[in-house]
């Protein structure tokens, strides 16, 4: 079985600030994990991937996160928050080792980043 | 570079009727998903085809049934609509079949609104 919790519902930063959203996963082997961000009313837009390698990961629009084994956390991060980044995210897992292909999807962070 | 494309984009119907969503993967993707996510929910997996053959099956309702065509597109049939079918419906497509392990990197569609009345 897969998992993902996030958990926080909502983060709010002021714009410039550093901005974190927790991820954590649960898998019987290793783990693919992923970052996707929702605007509303739109689809799920890919940001990063982690697969295997060096645990810091660089995605889109300046985010990064860091794949941590001994955690199972997949934190998203960005140094300097915009008001642009207000969005929904949700982190996803897929165990590496298994048949099916599908993504499992944590229920989401309302991030609000304010100016 | 083209996305997947679903349609329609917005669909109102009444309780008891049926609903067909669309999807048409990105081109030379093999593989195709249907999430449904619910108001304020995360998306939660309904179905997947790799090759026009049912791959893996989540929690779809036995009211609904889908398929994916020789073109790879995909529908997505839902009868005796229920007002809690309302929600987003999204399309994902990959690329399984590569020499080199498959990262599962989903892309998706735009998503269709379904709601019933």
């Known amino acids: 079985a897969q998992s993902v919790a996030q958990p926080e519902d909502q983060v709010n930063v002021a714009e410039g600030n550093p901005l974190t959203v927790k991820c954590t996963y649960s898998v019987s082997g290793n783990p693919y994990l992923f970052w996707y961000v929702q605007y509303p009313n739109r689809g799920l837009q890919f940001l990063l991937k982690?697969?295997?390698?060096?645990?810091l990961v660089k995605g889109s629009y300046g985010f990064e996160a860091e794949f941590n084994k001994s955690q199972t956390s997949f934190h998203l991060k960005k140094p300097s928050a915009l008001v642009s980044d207000s969005a929904l995210y949700f982190c996803a897992v897929r165990d590496m080792g298994s048949n099916d292909y599908k993504l499992s999807f944590g229920a989401g962070t309302t991030v609000t980043v304010r100016a | 570079a083209a996305g997947v494309i679903q349609s329609p984009r917005h669909l109102i119907k009444e309780k008891r009727e049926t609903a067909t969503l669309k999807c048409y993967p990105i081109?030379?993707?093999?593989?195709v998903y249907w999430y449904q996510q619910g108001p304020g929910q995360d998306p939660q997996f309904l179905i997947s085809f790799y090759e026009k053959m049912q791959s893996d099956k989540g929690s779809i309702p036995d009211r609904f049934s889908a398929q994916q065509f020789s073109d790879y597109h995909s529908e997505l049939n839902m009868s005796s609509l229920e007002l809690g079918d309302s929600a987003l419906y999204f399309c994902?497509?990959?690329?399984?079949?590569?020499?080199?392990?498959?990262?599962?990197?989903?892309?998706f569609g735009e998503g269709s609104r379904l709601t019933v009345l």
């Open positions: 982690y697969i295997t390698g060096d645990n």
């Open positions: 994902a497509s990959s690329l399984r079949q590569r020499l080199d392990a498959n990262t599962g990197e989903l892309f």
């Open positions: 081109p030379r993707h093999d593989t």
